[in-house]
Nanobody
Framework: QVQLVESGGGLVHTGGSLRLSCAAT????????MGWFRQAIGKEREFVSA????????RYADSVKGRFSISRDNAKNTLYLQMNSLKPEDTAVYYC???????????????WGQGTQVTVSS
């Protein structure tokens, strides 16, 4: 099992940047596919980005391509999401998640963090 804790959320103006971090505990971080998901008020949880255990495959939702960048540091047991050119529609609670198998579907991820709030003002 793995425990996940997100950090780095906050309030930013349109066009600004934030970097989210997800700190993982456990010895198997380097075997997990990791993902970022977000959920805005009144909306379903949606896929943002995912990265395989070694980082060899990366996927992004169309809505964030060219603006967000996912990365991981297995030596530090940490997942990152660099968010640039933020828009008000990016406002949501952002969650990191872990899964033993590759997936971009939130229902297939086994482990979740508590989330961190990102608010982009207009």
């Amino acid at each position: 099992q793995v425990q996940l804790v997100e950090s780095g959320g906050g309030l930013v103006h349109t066009g600004g940047s934030l970097r989210l971090s997800c700190a993982a505990t456990g010895r198997s971080f380097n075997t997990y596919t990791m993902g970022w998901f977000r959920q805005a008020i009144g909306k379903e949880r949606e896929f943002v980005s995912a990265i395989t255990s070694s980082g060899n495959i990366i996927r992004y939702a169309d809505s964030v391509k060219g603006r967000f960048s996912i990365s991981r540091d297995n030596a530090k047991n940490t997942l990152y999401l660099q968010m640039n050119s933020l828009k008000p529609e990016d406002t949501a609670v952002y969650y990191c998640a872990a899964n033993i198998l590759w997936s971009t579907r939130p229902t297939l991820f086994d482990y979740w963090g508590q989330g961190t709030q990102v608010t982009v003002s207009s």
